[in-house]
Antibody
Framework: EVQLVESGGGLVQPGGSLRLSCAASGFTFSTYAMNWVRQVPGKGLEWVSYITSSGNTIYYADSVEGRFTISRDNAKNSLYLQMNSLRDEDTAVYYC???????????WGQGTLVTVSS | DIQLTQSPSFLSASVGDRVTITCRASQDISSYLAWYQQEPGKAPKLLIYAVSTLQSEVPSRFSGSGSGTEFTLTISSLQPEDFATYYCQQLNSYPLTFGPGTKVDVK
């Protein structure tokens, strides 16, 4: 069974940092591109970042470019999101999601809540 | 960036109704469109990809159509478990944007 489990969310002050993790199981993690998607509670979905299976190609949303860093460790079946210089508007539930080639995100984690507040 | 709009934003319907949601892209995205269903407090679920291909185990009452810039998601006979919010997503080019969502509620 495919599982994605996020962790690392919590309360952080503006300007602070947080590192999210996504533990993958039930599939060959090293062969799939992965993504982070976030959702402000009660609002819509916002794509945050993408990384290819090898980690060689990475994209970011303009809203997080220069502040967030996506990475992966295929030996540990894990995806990461390092979030620096956090702002109030980064408050959201963060999901990791597996990309099914060019067909969409077929598996999602349960999400981890990041709250940026003083 | 490619912008997606959805209409309507909110839809009231009854069990058994035929429901259609439209997604429009600001430029041609070919067939790189997916639809998701999200229930409150849960992660989104992939329903349809490549405009009209049903994801595994998705009921056949869901269907998708369209091309270029206009796409539709149709639920042929609404079931109780279908009351949720639906999002379209374009996978043509980064950033991979989502539509703003359509909430389907009980009439």
């Amino acid at each position: 069974e495919v599982q994605l489990v996020e962790s690392g969310g919590g309360l952080v002050q503006p300007g602070g940092s947080l590192r999210l993790s996504c533990a993958a199981s039930g599939f060959t993690f090293s062969t799939y591109a992965m993504n982070w998607v976030r959702q402000v509670p009660g609002k819509g979905l916002e794509w945050v970042s993408y990384i290819t299976s090898s980690g060689n190609t990475i994209y970011y949303a303009d809203s997080v470019e220069g502040r967030f860093t996506i990475s992966r460790d295929n030996a540990k079946n894990s995806l990461y999101l390092q979030m620096n210089s956090l702002r109030d508007e980064d408050t959201a539930v963060y999901y990791c999601a597996r990309k099914k080639y060019s067909s969409g995100y077929d598996y999602w984690g349960q999400g981890t809540l990041v709250t940026v507040s003083s | 960036d490619i912008q997606l709009t959805q209409s309507p934003s909110f839809l009231s319907a009854s069990v058994g109704d035929r429901v259609t949601i439209t997604c429009r892209a600001s430029q041609d995205i070919s067939s790189y469109l997916a639809w998701y269903q999200q229930e409150p407090g849960k992660a989104p679920k992939l329903l349809i990809y490549a405009v009209s291909t049903l994801q595994s185990e998705v009921p056949s009452r869901f269907s998708g159509s369209g091309s270029g810039t206009e796409f539709t998601l149709t639920i042929s006979s609404l079931q109780p478990e279908d009351f949720a919010t639906y999002y379209c997503q374009q996978l043509n080019s980064y950033p991979l944007t989502f539509g703003p969502g359509t909430k389907v509620d009980v009439k």
